[in-house]
């Protein structure tokens, strides 16, 4: 019998090795401990065959993990940081040392869904708009490098979410854990002919995290797949998706209130002012991809469109703006060629997003405790700015991959975007650090920048052994200023002359694959020139400015062994030493020190047990020393023996999973900062403390 085109799309979607690019002269029959990486180029190439550092994360390792958000399957990962105040879904994503300037959320580090940027032009992503059970797989691409990437040089992390042509994902999923944890997840797809195919999926994500005082969230994520084959065999894939996500942010804990954490295990609500931080969000995502042939061509055009709105409770203000649009689209064309006598694949593209926010707002605090000045809740009162805002991205990209001799791969790109800022508002009412009171604003205001953003990059593969390949690089990217760190005055003024950074990569590593063991080792030196860091105000707002060199040196690796047919052990690490060669901020000469919150070293061990329909997993993670601050004046001793156990059992079309997190209950600081006091005020602290010992138990249903 004839198979469908459903069928044959299903089966080009499980099968990773069809549609690989790879020149024969470095593929090898030993992948099959490999994974497959598509954010590099645009084509799916095993991850062995990337010139840079990659970590692929799969549905399986998703799956084992029994992760409630991101956080659960990344924060392993030599050099990344995945840092959270309410346990996942505001985290704070560092890769090697990019993104680190961020308060809250993802900066400096592109995130993408399916093709679709979900980090808006102003370099902001949220990671709470993400359906963890809806993902089929993750990757993290590290520094300059991905022709995914504009406006973004610390890397790329891109999701891919379930294909509607995968008629196997029918389940129902109930997940109950700690502090009122639920998970629970409902799909089903329907096949309604050989042309099409349809998937609903919905998700609901909630916990108390009553752990800490105000750090309740919750998420409802519904989506609608519809995807169709036309008789020439293009096909178009569109997804309707809406998000609600309602989330407490809790403040850090001072340094007496971590040594209580510490003793006790509780923590109390802080004594700092702003205790009802929060980000209470909706979104309409709508994304549409079509795929066709034109000539010796594919044509793959792309356009989307997210309405979004926030009522965000932030120190100083409340911000709550409703009206949001991002329209966008990208445009690529790519082609298998011949060159040198030998298979090559070529890709262009075109790219458009913009970013539009109409009668943005910021009020007061409406309960402010008399004398102390402390927020009693986070509802608003007076208006105190109001403002609309455009932000725009134009960018082209060419890259070909070719293989000149035997066992030589050669990646060459280059990717141009313009970055449009225009900015208009009139701010009403400001916040006095001095007084801690607020009154009048600066009024009427309106600027526009422009910046012109190059990444070019070439990257070389070369197989010694059927087993090992050897590969180096050299990528650059920019990274424009954020509407937010304009915005974020120094003496009084819009801080409009903020340049764009500069971050050029070299790289080399090795990449290990065969049929009991895989590794990676990667060696980097990371150049920075004008980078934007962030700097304490002290009694005034916080401002950014340009350090003028930052040197970012480490060393990555990751290795997994199979023991036998039941175990498996791996590790992974990293070594680093980021510091700033030239940076002088406000009289002081931090030239030579080491930034802050760079810790030394990272390191992950694990243990896997598997046998018939039973499983098992055990980890344990640590960080090294740190820096509290720029000035380098102090030390955090870091963690270590943080470690999480998850065992499964499935059966037909049953599965259960337990999770347990912080399995001996450690009581650490996940972040810890230092700012000096000023006018002599003694020195202030933040702790983040790390989440306590958490269990999930979960079943799944297939059907």
Known sequence: MKPSKLSI????????STSVF?????ETSYSELDKISITATKIERHTKTVPQSIAVVDENDIERENAMNINDVIDNIPGVQAVSKNNGYDSRLIIRGAGLKAPYGVREIMVIRDGVPMTDPDSFTRFDLIDIDDMEGVEIYKGPGSIFASNASGGVVFIKSKSVFDDQQDRLKIGLGSFNSVNLNAKKSLVLGENDSMAFNISRRQSDNDWRDWNHFDTTQFSVKHGHFFEDDSVLETEVAYTEANLQLPQSLSAEEFADYKDSGETTNTKD????NGRYSTMLFVNSRYETSMGAYTFKPQVYFTQWGHYHPVTGMINDAQDNKVLGTDLAWNRSHELFGRSAEFLFGLTARTDIRENGKKYTYRDVEAGTGVILSDEKADLAQIEDSQNTILGAYIQDSFSPMDKLMVDVGLRYDQVKLSIDGNELLAYNWGSGSYGAGSGAYSYDETYDLF???I???YALTDELNVYGIVASANQAPTESEMQATRDNAPNVDLKASTSTNYEIGLKHRSKTWSADLAVYFNKLNDEIVKVDGGFAPDYYENAGETDKKGVELTAAYQLTSQWAVGASGSKTEYRYVDYVSSGNDYSGNLLRFSPEYQYSVFVDWKRGAYSARLETTGVGEYYMDDANTEKYSGYS??????????RKAHKVALSVHNIADARYAAEVSKTAGAWGNPDSYEYTP??????MLSYQYKY
């Open 459 to 461: 990257g070389l593969t």
């Open 641 to 650: 023996g943080v470690s999480h156990l998850t065992m499964g059992y499935a």
């Open 9 to 16: 799309a299903v089966m080009a979607a499980m099968s990773s």
């Open 455 to 457: 990444s070019p990059k």
């Open 273 to 276: 002012v702003w205790q009802k």
């Open 22 to 26: 790879a020149a024969d002269q470095i």
């Open 690 to 695: 790390g989440a306590p010992r958490n269990i």
